[in-house]
Nanobody, 126 residues
């Protein structure tokens, strides 16, 4: 059974930093793409950052230069370091793992991910 367990959200002032973690079990992250999505109140879920199974990285334009996605293969865990946070980053953040074994590109569509973490709230105050 695949399970993703997130941690690390919280309340931070604008300009601050947070680091999210997503520990996977039941599926090896070096064989599947993994991604972070977020959903703000009243908005659709959006792709934030992700890894292909080979380690290629993609970011949504709005977080480039501020967010860094990393992974620890030994721990089967993916991280999202978020710096220079703004109130516009306020959302519930979800990690997700691709449904396709060794997909050759990184999908930014939530429908291509079949297991999700429980979500962690990130709130940035101004």
């Amino acid at each position: 059974q695949v399970q993703l367990v997130e941690s690390g959200g919280g309340l931070v002032q604008a300009g601050g930093s947070l680091k999210l973690s997503c520990a996977a079990s039941g599926r090896t992250i070096t064989n599947y793409a993994m991604a972070w999505f977020r959903q703000a109140p009243g908005k659709a879920r959006e792709f934030v950052a992700g890894f292909t199974w080979t380690g290629g990285i993609t970011y949504v334009e709005s977080v480039k230069g501020r967010f860094t996605i990393t992974r620890d293969n030994a721990k089967n865990t993916v991280y999202l370091l978020m710096n220079s946070l703004t109130p516009e980053d306020t959302a519930v953040y979800y990690c997700a793992i691709d449904r396709t074994y060794r997909r050759t590109w990184l999908s930014t569509r939530s429908a291509d991910y079949d297991y999700w973490g429980q979500g962690t709230q990130v709130t940035v105050s101004s």
